[in-house]
């Protein structure tokens, strides 16, 4: 099988299928516990945050230098935060039409992800899954980049960022179906459309697929740009998500488990 193709299909199983997963548990069993979900993402943050320093960042400097690296990392990091700021005016502009009165809005859709009982008190769990899933949606789409430009350089670090996608999909697809079966659609309405949102996985796995395969240099330039984008979403909204939902030290410990397991895991590769 084409090595570029089987990339894209593992993106299919990563995206659609951890997002399905875990919305599947959330219609089965109801709604998630934060505590749970925090050490699930702990864990996935100390995964990525060692792929990216240890695999990702250091292939891109033998690549192309030093130079190519940083340029990647930080268009990583602004094209995340662009992501975060579209998705602040999408809020804010359904936030207007349902209520005229002053509201303060979260910063981003990480604070979603954590908030159940405050858009419960505002009766509108269906428009916040709405917005919870097209944010997630849009968040996939530089994790696929990820996994795209990984396989391309070796295929072996692609299926492992495509198993590290999957098991943070799982408690993504648990933060979309959880308001929108509160809000009354129907569980296998939702379970649908959360493995549609995981589908965006697919866009990013062939652009990194494809960029990756021009040179070496953009090659180079993609690994950074999907480290960058990953530590982002590691430092920015991970990492905070879990220490809020969790006043102990059990989301570092999470953490480091997932640093030693990718190291073992990299080192047996």
Same mark, same amino acid.
């Given at each position: 099988m084409n090595l570029s193709l089987l990339i894209i299909i593992l993106s299919v199983l990563a995206g659609v299928v951890g997002m399905g !997963?875990?919305?599947?548990?959330?219609?089965?069993f +109801?709604?998630?516990?934060?505590?749970?979900?925090?050490?699930?993402?702990?864990?996935? *943050? +100390?995964? #990525?945050?060692?792929?990216?320093?240890?695999? !990702?960042i250091p292939e891109a400097i033998e690549y192309s230098g030093v130079v190519t690296a940083v340029v990647g990392l930080i268009i990583g990091v602004f094209v995340v935060m662009?992501?975060?700021? /579209? @998705?602040?005016?999408?809020?804010?502009?359904?936030?207007?039409k349902k209520q005229h009165k002053n509201n303060e809005l979260h910063d981003n859709y990480g604070e979603f992800f954590h908030a159940d009982e405050l858009l419960a008190k505002r009766g509108n769990m269906l428009r916040a899954g709405m917005v919870i899933l097209f944010a997630i949606a849009l968040h996939n789409i530089p994790e696929g980049l990820a996994m795209g430009a990984a396989g391309q350089y070796e295929i072996a670090l *692609?299926?492992?960022?495509? /198993?590290?996608?999957?098991?943070h999909n799982i408690p993504e697809g648990?933060? @979309?179906?959880?308001? /929108?079966?509160? +809000?009354?659609?129907?569980?296998?309405?939702?379970?649908?459309?959360? #493995?549609?949102?995981?589908?965006?996985?697919?866009?990013?796995t062939i652009?990194?697929?494809?960029? *990756?395969?021009?040179?070496?240099?953009?090659?180079?330039?993609?690994?950074?740009i999907a480290g960058g984008a990953m530590l982002y979403v590691v430092f920015g909204e991970?990492?905070?998500?879990?220490?809020?939902?969790?006043?102990?030290?059990?989301?570092?410990?999470?953490?480091?488990? +997932?640093?030693?397991v990718a190291i073992i895991f990299i080192a047996l590769i």
């Open positions: !997963l875990g919305s599947i548990i959330t219609a089965l +109801g709604t998630r516990t934060e505590r749970t979900i925090s050490i699930f993402l702990s864990f996935a *943050g +100390g995964v #990525m945050l060692a792929i990216v320093l240890l695999e !990702l662009g992501l975060n700021k /579209l @998705i602040d005016k999408i809020t804010r502009a359904r936030q207007a *692609g299926v492992t960022i495509g /198993l590290l996608i999957a098991l648990m933060a @979309i179906s959880a308001p /929108l079966i509160s +809000g009354g659609l129907s569980k296998i309405k939702t379970i649908l459309l959360t #493995m549609a949102a995981g589908a965006t996985t697919v866009i990013g652009l990194g697929v494809l960029i *990756g395969g021009i040179s070496s240099f953009a090659l180079a330039l993609s690994l950074a991970i990492f905070p998500q879990t220490i809020v939902t969790n006043k102990d030290r059990i989301p570092a410990i999470s953490a480091l488990v +997932g640093i030693v």
